[in-house]
């Protein structure tokens, strides 16, 4: 019997170990061993040794470091824009129902089945140089509005409009876990919209919250498509620029180095993104 | 003075009618339960009254103030949730307090009200925890002490108590009562419970479909019901299909004296038949005996094979398959349309009187 027992024990350890094993391999293969590739590539050179010279460089050099410092703040505030946009949206479709609701999330999930380049493409139609805004204000005897196109807004627009269906997906799903009887009662009591949002929904997502931004910047840190297309030529996100290092100034050893920090940074924002939801499981045990 | 008027209510979401016709007064310090099979509308109407729907006709007033289209915080009502109400993230003095800290309340008297309603609902020394460290009957009571401690002119409670077992919720729902009536408040009680309905209400009202099947006390809900669904769903009852001929209802092989033709229902409660020796038309196969220890039931089957349940003597023994008679000493008939006429026999006829006491 014990011995039965064990053997299933075994047997449910071992398909386990095999659903695992599939993934693993993948991810060893397809990501840690490029990435291994890439640091010891920057670091060592067969003949010549260890130096650090390319991260010395990128650190020192003022354009780098610029680049590097637009990616940070263009992804802080995309991502804190995407939360401010969605959190609207998620907080009304988790409370109403009906007809308007089913609309207000076909509309916002639209952009998921959107490719970035026709976001691109639709957003310099609209809001770029003589684009259908400047058409309407012309024909109103308006002056032009100054177009967000190739300027930091530019990528920032579109991102956030990108990135919502995710963002909305995200953060739903963390409101699902706030009754709507413990909403009801805060009214009940005689709460506010804004005290009902700040009292009693806003610290049973914070976890969610978390999630969704460490989400958000994980993505938007090395996104390329719409800064390229988008965004200002000089300074740059760290996309473009390491694909202009790489085949403009065909220099791998600068661009590998550029990807290098881009994944530290990546990886530092994916550990917050763990603690937060493992800490999110212990609050709902 | 709390009264509350329910002039004509009705409610539709969408196509679904889920009140209709409503006209109820709630008296000043009574107790109202609101019973009635899923989907009857006991939470709609409840809601109406706590001001979470707006009713789609009709008028609500409190104490002769109409508050139909006032917001739930601006009526003097507070509301009990069936579960997962409490915040999970504020302790049992946080959740409590913060009816009172919205009122902004002097910090002392907040502390003082918290700690007299945790008391009245038995959990003093319970302010520091998380509702995750309760059990469910002590966080149903801090859902009670939250709604109370805001000294609402009505108590509003949505079947508080289903999610908890029988015992706890039997202890719970006398509470309730204890505490109501302690603090003379008004309070509707919504449950599907017949029990629970009957054990703490001045009043009961049973719906169905939306729609009011009869208001009255306990006693007499169960005693006079007004239509066979009220009946059938209140107590325990045989309901038999017949037909009216000749100042006789025959169902199931049973004649039972009665007036008026056609098809009825004919309703007649387990502990209103007597067992007799077997007689010509009044008697029953006897299919199973259930002890209940304070007294027996018999499930029974008529001569066409129609059960029927019989609730007699604790010391009185049947064996299946046994042929025994009945006597029917009180018998309803329902007929669509018209009010039910009740009828009792008079005559009493005593059974195996020797092994009564054996
Ligand atoms: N928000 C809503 N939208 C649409 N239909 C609803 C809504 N709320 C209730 N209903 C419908 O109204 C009817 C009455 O519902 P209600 O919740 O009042 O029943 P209930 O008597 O409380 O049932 P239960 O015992 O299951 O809680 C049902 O048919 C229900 O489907
Ligand atoms: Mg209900």
Not at chain 1, 149 to 168: C, F, M, N, Q, S
Not at chain 1, 176 to 181: E, K, L, N, T
Not at chain 2, 117 to 136: I, K
Not at chain 2, 204 to 219: E, F, K, Y
Request: aromatic share 8%; charged share 20%.
């Amino acid at each position: 019997m014990i011995a039965a027992l064990r053997s299933g024990a075994m047997g449910g350890r071992l398909s386990g170990l095999l659903l695992v094993a599939l993934p693993v391999a993948l991810l060893i293969w397809l990501v840690l061993w490029p990435v291994l590739q890439a640091m010891v590539g920057t670091v060592y050179f067969p003949g010549t040794g260890f130096s650090i010279a390319s991260y010395t460089y990128f650190f020192t050099d003022a354009y780098s470091l610029r680049n590097l410092w637009l990616t940070l703040w263009v992804t802080a505030l995309t991502s804190v824009l995407r939360v401010v946009v969605a959190m609207p949206i998620a907080l009304y479709l988790r409370f109403r129902t009906g007809s308007i609701a089913a609309l207000v999330q076909a509309l916002a999930l639209f952009p998921m089945f959107v490719p970035s380049v026709l976001v691109a493409y639709a957003f310099i139609r609209v809001l770029g140089p003589n684009g259908i805004v400047d058409t309407v204000l012309v024909a109103l005897h308006l002056p032009k509005l100054m177009s967000p196109y190739l300027t930091p807004a530019g990528p920032i627009i579109g991102l956030v409009w990108d990135g919502l269906p995710l963002t909305l997906l995200l953060l739903l799903s963390g409101l699902g876990r706030v009754s709507i009887a413990s909403v009801d009662a805060a009214r009940d009591l005689g709460a506010g919209s804004w005290t009902l949002f700040t009292r009693i929904i806003l610290p049973r997502i914070q976890s969610s919250i978390i999630v969704t931004l460490a989400f958000n910047v994980l993505g938007l840190f090395s996104a390329f498509t719409l800064p390229f297309l988008l965004g200002p030529a000089s300074p740059e996100m760290m996309g473009p620029y390491m694909q202009r290092t790489f085949s403009d100034n065909a220099d791998p050893l600068n661009a590998t180095t550029q990807a290098v920090i881009t994944f530290a940074f990546c990886a530092a924002f994916g550990l917050i993104y763990v603690r937060a939801i493992a800490k999110g499981r212990k609050g709902t045990a | 003075m709390a009264q509350v008027r329910l002039t004509g209510i009705a409610k539709a979401f969408g196509k679904v009618t889920a009140l209709d016709a409503m006209d109820l007064v709630i008296d000043d310090g009574e107790l109202v339960c609101l019973l009635g099979p899923s989907g009857s509308g006991k939470s709609t109407l409840l809601r109406v009254i706590g001001g979470f729907e707006t009713p789609s006709e009709g008028t609500i007033a409190i104490d002769g103030v109409d508050v139909t289209h006032l917001p739930p915080e601006r009526r003097p009502t507070a509301m009990v949730f069936q579960s997962h109400a409490l915040w999970s993230h504020m302790t049992v003095h946080g959740n409590i307090a913060f009816g009172l800290k919205l009122r902004r309340l002097p910090r002392t008297e907040i502390r003082e009200r918290v700690e007299k309603v945790l008391d009245l609902v038995g959990l003093a020394g319970y302010g520091a925890r998380l509702p995750s460290q309760l059990s469910g009957g002590q966080q149903q009571r801090v859902a009670l002490a939250r709604s109370l401690v805001i000294e609402p002119k009505i108590l509003l409670l949505d079947e508080p108590f289903a999610s908890l077992d029988q015992h706890l919720r039997e202890r719970l729902r006398d509470e309730v009562r204890d505490i109501q009536q302690r603090l003379g408040i008004t309070a509707v009680f919504v449950t599907h419970g017949q029990d629970e309905a009957l054990a703490i209400s001045d009043r009961i009202v049973v719906l169905a479909d939306g729609r009011m099947q009869q208001v009255g006390r306990p006693g007499e809900i169960y005693a006079e019901p007004k239509t066979a669904f009220v009946a059938g769903f209140i107590g325990a009852m045989n309901m038999l299909d017949g037909t009216l001929a000749e100042g006789e209802v025959v169902a199931g092989g049973l004649r039972l004296a009665a007036e008026g033709a056609g098809p009825a229902r004919l309703a007649i409660r387990p502990e209103d038949i007597a067992l007799t020796e077997p007689e010509d038309g009044r008697t029953v196969t006897v299919r199973r005996m259930i002890d209940f220890g304070s007294h027996v039931v018999i499930d029974s089957a008529l001569a066409d094979g129609t059960h029927l349940r019989i609730q007699t003597d604790k010391t009185i023994r049947v064996e299946a398959g046994e042929r025994v008679g009945i006597h029917v000493e009180q018998w309803t008939v329902f007929r669509d349309g018209e009010a039910p006429s009740r009828y009792r026999s008079d005559t009493v006829r005593p059974f195996r009187e020797v092994r009564r006491y054996a």
